[in-house]
Every structure is written in structure tokens, then in C-alpha cells.
């Protein structure tokens, strides 16, 4: 048999309605959208009730292991999920010959779309991965966790033994990166008729998914390259040298190179600099897929009030920290931040009474000691200093010092 790459893993959440920048709605999308989507429209899909827990989603729609959770009263996105049997069953039984449908998709939408978790694994069935001697350099005597021979960004680590064979994970679950390295044969029980099958997989999760799918689409890389450029970046596996305590600096490991370098030698990180666009949605992302049922809960008991007021001081200092980050970014000029953060009550003002918040303005200065009167507002430099106020207000803008 062939040594392969497969995709064993694919899901991802699509919002419920499209809306324009004044909250107009655009386009309802809705399970039966996905459906087609996904190029299954001839499929039967049994309806289900939705499992506890997940987001609030009261129905499912399921299929051959590839499940469409929806009907949410908590968030306002549907949840495609797809296992690697999915999978196997999506590429026999959809209309589209591939995956490049979907993932044009979910990079054509990364508004409304985000990326859960995407599985890339490599089968080996000629015997290039040696699972024992990587279960050996992982923890040499099964015991000992912190002696390894392999180096990588990633901390955690662990090897299993059971009835199902040996699997070496590289990696947390709930990191946005983790290898799993197992005997695939004796998993399926099948090591009679099938002499070696070895499975080295990438668990990719949010971020470090969709920019695999993006160099994917947008830089035209291959399935089979970009797996080997991540796998070289994330994880070595090496040989001990006595003679240098720096692992980096060791050569990679004899049962090791062959399968690593079978591609290329060369090596690719996924990690994407934040820059404007990329925070503002990874914000938009983190409040309404993560938040948003315990902030309507926190609403619905205790009222827009109550939150404003508690999260008020909180709010500015995380906010100027975050302003400030963004200052930087060219984006800014061209996405008009500038005028739309100097309207928000933010800039801390000095007064006899302490210290209330306004919005900008042009009588605003700073002052070691004075306070605010009817022709000065003299900025409370302790709570925000001039530079980072100044960044805020932009170049066309100032906040001078107050000399008399």
C-alpha cells in the first residue's frame, strides 16, 4: 500500500446571519445552507436532539459521522463537525471532488466562519515511522518525563500502552497544535493483515487551522508539503549528543530523518502576527463564540447597567493596553480608528471632586499637579500617560502641556 496524507478531521462554526457594519441584516443561512456546503444534498440526514452542554444547540442533524449542530438559544452560529470516519464518508458521498470547495468557503467567510479543528495525518505503510524507537526517544524508560530526546515549542508529552498499541502524543488537546503518533493496525486490530501501518497526525486547532487552510488556498502549497514544513517546525526527534547539552544543536535521529525529510527539509511555522484586521476579528470571535452564552445569562439577571458599571475601570485599562498595541499597525489611519475611539468616554479627566471620564476634546492637557477648571481639562497622567493618550488621539490631534 501507498503512503498517504488525509484529512481526518474537519470542523468549524458558521453564524446564523450575515449583517452589514450598522447591524442590517444581509443573508440568513441556515442548516439546510450547510447541507449543500458540504455537497450532500442527496445524503439522508436523521434529525436528533441536540447533546447537552454544547453550546446550547437543541438539534442535530447527523449523517455517516458527520453531524450539523444547530438551533442554538445561547450562540448565534451552527457547528459542522466532521471525524475522521466523516470525513471518509464526505469524499466518497459529496458532490464536490474535494475539500477546496469548503475551504474557499471558510476563507472566502471569515466573518461569520472560524475554524474549530482540522486533523492532517499520515499514513505510513512501509515502514518509515518507527513507533517504538519515538516511543523510546519520548520517554526513554516510560517512566522518566523529563529525560526526551526530541525537540519542540511544545511542552507536554506522553506515551500509552495498551491493547490498542503504542501512541505517543506531542502536545496538549487544548493546545492549538498536538502530534499523535500511534500504531494504526493495532488500533483497528488488524496487525495480521497488515504488516505496518504507522499514523503520525497533526491535531491543528483556531488559528494555526485556518492559516493551514489558507496557505492551502492562497499560497497554492501542497497537502503534501505544507504537512512535512509544519511537522519540521513543530517537532525533531535527535540523537543525544554527550558532548553538547543544547538539543536544538543535535542531529536529527537515524529512525527519524528518513520520514521527516522525505519531502522537504525545509520547515514552516503557523503562527500568524497579530495585526489589525486579524485582532479586531479574533476579538469579534472570542466574545461570541466563547462568551456569549454567559454574557446574555449575566443580562438577562442582572441588566445592561450592572455590566457597564462593573466592568467600567477594568474595561479602560485592558482598553488603553490594547489601543496602544494597535497603534502601531498602519491599519489604523485607514480604518478610521482614530476619530471613532476619541468619541468613547476614555480619557481620564482630574477634577477637585477625583477623576471623572470624557470623551476627547481639544482643551485636553497635561499638568503635574493642577486640576481641571472651566477652561483646562488636565489629563490624570496616573491612570493614562501622555504618550499612549497622545497614540490614541492620533498625529492630527494633540494633547499639549499646561505651562502657567
Known amino acids: 500500500m501507498e503512503n498517504k496524507i488525509i484529512f481526518d478531521w474537519l470542523s468549524f462554526t458558521v453564524k446564523t446571519s450575515r449583517v452589514d457594519v450598522n447591524g442590517i441584516l444581509l443573508e440568513t443561512i441556515t442548516e439546510k445552507n450547510l447541507i449543500s456546503l458540504l455537497g450532500l444534498e442527496n445524503v439522508d440526514f436523521e434529525e436528533l436532539p441536540g447533546i447537552m452542554g454544547i453550546n446550547g444547540f437543541q438539534k442535530r442533524l447527523y449523517s455517516n459521522s458527520i453531524t450539523i449542530h444547530y438551533d442554538s438559544r445561547l450562540v448565534d452560529f451552527m457547528w459542522v463537525e466532521m471525524s475522521g470516519q466523516g470525513c471518509r464518508a464526505f469524499e466518497s458521498l459529496s458532490t464536490h471532488a474535494d475539500y477546496n470547495f469548503i475551504f474557499d468557503f471558510i476563507i472566502n467567510n471569515s466573518d461569520i466562519v472560524n475554524v474549530t479543528r482540522l486533523d492532517v495525518a499520515y499514513d505510513d505503510f512501509q515502514g518509515l515511522l518507527d513507533v517504538y524507537a519515538i516511543a523510546d526517544d519520548t520517554v526513554p524508560d516510560c517512566r522518566d518525563l523529563k529525560q526526551y530526546n526530541f525537540v519542540s515549542p511544545l511542552r507536554s508529552h506522553s506515551v500509552q500502552i495498551s491493547d490498542k498499541g503504542i501512541c505517543i502524543t506531542i502536545g496538549s488537546c487544548r493546545s492549538d497544535i498536538m502530534f499523535r503518533i500511534y500504531d494504526k493496525a493495532a488500533e483497528r486490530n488488524k496487525s495480521e493483515e497488515v504488516p505496518h501501518w504507522v499514523r503520525c497526525e497533526i491535531q491543528l486547532r483556531r488559528d494555526r487551522a485556518y492559516e493551514f487552510i489558507r496557505l492551502l488556498r492562497e499560497e497554492n502549497e501542497t497537502v503534501d508539503n505544507l504537512y512535512f514544513l ?139 499637579t493642577k486640576i481641571s477648571d472651566k477652561n483646562f481639562k488636565i489629563l490624570e497622567t496616573k491612570i493614562l500617560d501622555y504618550k499612549s493618550a497622545q497614540d490614541i488621539v492620533g498625529p492630527n490631534n494633540r494633547i499639549n502641556e499646561l505651562i502657567q
Not at 497579530?274 to 476579538?283: H, I, V
Not at 445592561?304 to 496602544?324: A, G, M, Q
Not at 468613547?344 to 477623576?355: A, D, E, Q, Y
Open 230 to 368: 509544519v511537522l519540521n517546525h513543530y517537532l525533531r526527534f535527535v540523537e543525544p549528543d554527550p558532548a553538547d547539552s543544547n538539543k536544538s544543536r543535535w542531529q536529527l535521529a537515524k529512525h527519524w530523518v528518513a520520514f521527516a525529510y522525505s519531502v522537504t527539509t525545509q520547515k514552516k511555522s503557523l503562527f500568524v502576527k497579530p495585526g489589525l484586521d486579524y485582532n479586531l476579528a479574533k476579538l469579534d470571535k472570542v466574545v461570541e463564540n466563547q462568551f456569549a452564552g454567559a454574557v446574555f445569562t449575566y443580562l438577562k439577571c442582572h441588566g445592561i447597567d450592572r455590566l457597564v458599571t462593573t466592568l467600567d475601570e477594568k474595561f479602560r485599562k485592558v482598553l488603553y493596553s490594547y489601543l496602544n498595541l494597535l497603534s502601531t499597525q498602519q491599519e489604523i489611519k485607514s480604518n478610521g480608528l482614530y476619530d471613532m475611539v476619541k468619541q468613547l468616554p476614555i480619557f481620564p479627566i482630574r477634577t477637585s471632586s477625583g477623576v471623572r471620564y470624557e470623551s476627547y476634546s481639544n482643551n485636553i492637557y497635561t499638568h503635574d
